[in-house]
T-cell receptor
């Protein structure tokens, strides 16, 4: 019930291409869906986040698409760059006072020059 | 702001020894989280505090693990005795409940402590 399933586990994209990472959740109480980016040797950092009242959010080259009925959300990276090479985690948290994030398993993205 | 500060950055110890990891959250933040990251299990929430009070410790793997937050600017995660399977990167994160009256959920992670138990 609390799981967030993420795919693919790894992704290789050519420079300039589109990277797409998908996540699915089961708990309908989730109301906050962030994506975190982690570089080697660093802690995860918030990249972009969405709440279920909108179906899409765009920040620069990064877009979250959210499908409430399917309980799925995805991260799209347009014009992928070698500097985007990192591990990406989707996550979700619920309403009320609970603040814990449930993380997906992570996707290691490699953007080839 | 200096961000979340963790120490030490690397710790190598022998099985059976006590290990203490330290965290200083971002000033003014009222939530503090401890995570463990491994290749096999990914990012796992161990425990989190709100206003220095432990709220949920269901992720703490066993009694060998304990966490404290004696004040708003300091927390420790202790493992006693340590075992090789405890080898992982341990992250501390902090967040602010509300900003300008609106709920915020962003967690700010520290650089982590890489623990190796031989």
């Amino acid at each position: 019930q609390q799981q967030v399933k993420q795919s693919p586990q790894s992704l290789i994209v050519q420079k300039g291409g589109i990277s797409i990472i998908n996540c699915a959740y089961e708990n309908t109480a989730f109301d906050y869906f962030p994506w975190y980016q982690q570089f080697p040797g660093k802690g995860p950092a918030l990249l972009i986040a969405i709440r279920p009242d909108v179906s899409e959010k765009k920040e620069g080259r990064f877009t979250i698409s959210f499908n409430k009925s399917a309980k799925q959300f995805s991260l799209h990276i347009m014009d992928s760059q070698p500097g985007d090479s990192a591990t990406y985690f989707c996550a979700a948290s619920g309403r009320g006072s609970a603040r814990q994030l449930t993380f997906g398993s992570g996707t290691q993205l490699t953007v080839l020059p | 702001d200096a961000g979340v500060i963790q120490s030490p950055r690397h710790e190598v110890t022998e099985m059976g020894q006590e290990v203490t990891l330290r965290c200083k959250p971002i000033s003014g933040h009222d939530y503090l989280f401890w995570y463990r990251q491994t290749m096999m299990r990914g990012l796992e929430l161990l425990i989190y505090f709100n206003n220095n009070v432990p709220i949920d410790d269901s992720g703490m793997p066993e009694d060998r693990f304990s966490a404290k937050m004696p004040n708003a600017s300091f927390s420790t995660l202790k493992i006693q005795p340590s075992e090789p399977r405890d080898s992982a990167v341990y992250f501390c994160a902090s967040s602010l409940a509300r900003r300008g009256g609106a709920r915020t959920d962003t967690q700010y992670f520290g650089p982590g402590t890489r623990l190796t138990v031989l």
